[in-house]
């Protein structure tokens, strides 16, 4: 039969980690951290467990957690959601981008995407028969060029999606970012999705710029999280959606017949654990301290470091280090240096090579200490 996703393969994160662990490479690649979360979540969920929270919750997710996130963003950025009506928890980011995409474009849709982008972005929207529309972020800076965004958008533009903090190039949007997104698309229709997935891993200072902070994109937006990377627990796939209560409705007509609800004790154990805030408010400082543990470890390289001012991820030119592409560069250094990085050009869809890879660094510092022993000989 015919496939429906005749260009995709299996995903590059796939692909690097069974390289790594085939030739026993440390692993940068995929993004997970390789240490553990706190015992305390995992205390609550177990006390969920017993406690017998074990049979289907509602559809929409366990009502203390909706309530746990309305309360959070709220103290965060400002804005009350509807915890009955504007918050849904799902499985993962992945699902949660995946569902509002197939609950709001409609096949011949135009979509923006703002490349190089997450992965999942295209084949969500080509399974909803949309028409994949790639502006790209500003080549070296990967700034948004909003004249390139504005020119993108036609009658046709159903949806943009972006996202800030931003897999891979470590860039953070401004308040003036998204305020300038704010304004261009006022006379608009297009809806959005804003993955902020990365929402507290922001270093230096900067603060993350919710789409919830500005009225004028939250009025049409899907704002998207993930406990997996607030709290290390990549492996439970849990996230949120928080939009306004008349994308929520579509959203859960979509949702109730894709994955209906998700698993109840991580869902109670996750509201219990969040009546604490000290742990993603400490989040930037620790991750701060792994990217300046990594970064003085590669000064002096040929590897060229690109500016990390959010996400676990670490951008290197390799071009003083090697002739290869990207992909090959990737193979190379798994195989024979022994570390794995993912190369740019698998977040474009037209493969562009800038010379460029992402190292994660979401790791032990002795794992972080081991890749940088072997990265040093380059
Ligand atoms: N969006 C971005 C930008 C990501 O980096 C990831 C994680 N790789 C996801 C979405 C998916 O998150 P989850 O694991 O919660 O599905
Ligand atoms: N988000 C992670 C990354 O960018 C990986 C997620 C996945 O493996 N699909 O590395």
């Not at 009350?80 to 995409?101: K, M, N, S």
């Not at 607030?230 to 949120?240: D, M, Y």
């Not at 998700?262 to 701060?288: C, E, I, K, S, W």
Request: negative net charge.
């Amino acid at each position: 039969f015919p496939s429906r996703l005749p260009h995709v393969g299996t995903t590059i994160f796939t692909v690097m980690s069974a390289l790594a662990a085939e030739h026993g490479a440390v692993n940068l690649g995929q993004g997970f951290p390789d240490f553990g979360c706190d015992p305390a979540l995992t205390d609550a969920v177990t006390r969920a467990m017993q406690a017998g929270h074990n049979q289907y919750p509602p559809m929409a997710g366990v009502p203390a957690l909706r309530e746990a996130v309305a309360a959070k963003i709220e103290a965060l950025h400002g804005r009350r959601y509807d915890a009955g009506a504007e918050i849904t928890i799902t499985a993962g980011a992945t699902q949660a981008i995946l569902t509002a995409i197939l609950a709001t474009v409609q096949p011949g849709d135009e979509v923006i995407v703002l490349e190089p982008c997450y992965d999942s972005y295209v084949p969500n929207i080509e399974l909803a028969g949309g028409v994949v529309v790639r502006v790209p972020l500003t080549p070296g800076s990967f700034r948004p060029d909003f004249g390139k965004i504005a020119a993108a958008i036609t009658p046709r533009t159903r949806l943009l999606i972006i996202n800030t903090p931003h897999n891979p190039s470590a860039t953070v949007w401004t308040a003036e970012d998204m305020r300038t997104l704010e304004e261009l698309l006022a006379p608009t229709d297009v809806l959005l999705i804003s993955d902020e997935v990365y929402e507290h891993m922001v270093f230096d200072g900067a603060e993350h710029q919710s789409a919830a902070r500005f009225p004028g994109l939250a009025a049409r937006a899907f704002i998207v999280s993930s406990f997996g990377k607030t709290f290390h627990v990549t492996g439970w796939k849990v996230g949120t959606v928080a939009a306004p209560a008349a994308l929520t409705a579509e959203f859960r007509k979509v949702h109730q017949f894709n994955v209906f609800t998700v698993n109840t004790p991580m869902q109670h154990g996750l509201a219990d654990y969040l009546r604490n805030p000290a742990p993603y408010l400490q989040l930037p400082a620790f991750y701060q301290a792994k990217r300046d543990l990594f970064r003085q470890g590669l000064e002096g390289s040929r590897l060229k470091l690109l500016p990390s001012t959010g996400s676990y991820f670490q951008c290197v030119d390799i071009s003083a280090v090697s002739d290869l592409n990207e992909a090959d560069f990737c193979q190379w250094l798994t195989r024979e240096i022994g570390v794995a990085a993912i190369p740019l050009s698998a977040f474009y869809g037209g493969g562009f090579d800038q010379r460029v890879v992402r190292f994660c660094f979401a790791k032990k510092d002795e794992t972080l200490r081991a890749a940088l022993e072997r990265l040093r000989r380059l």
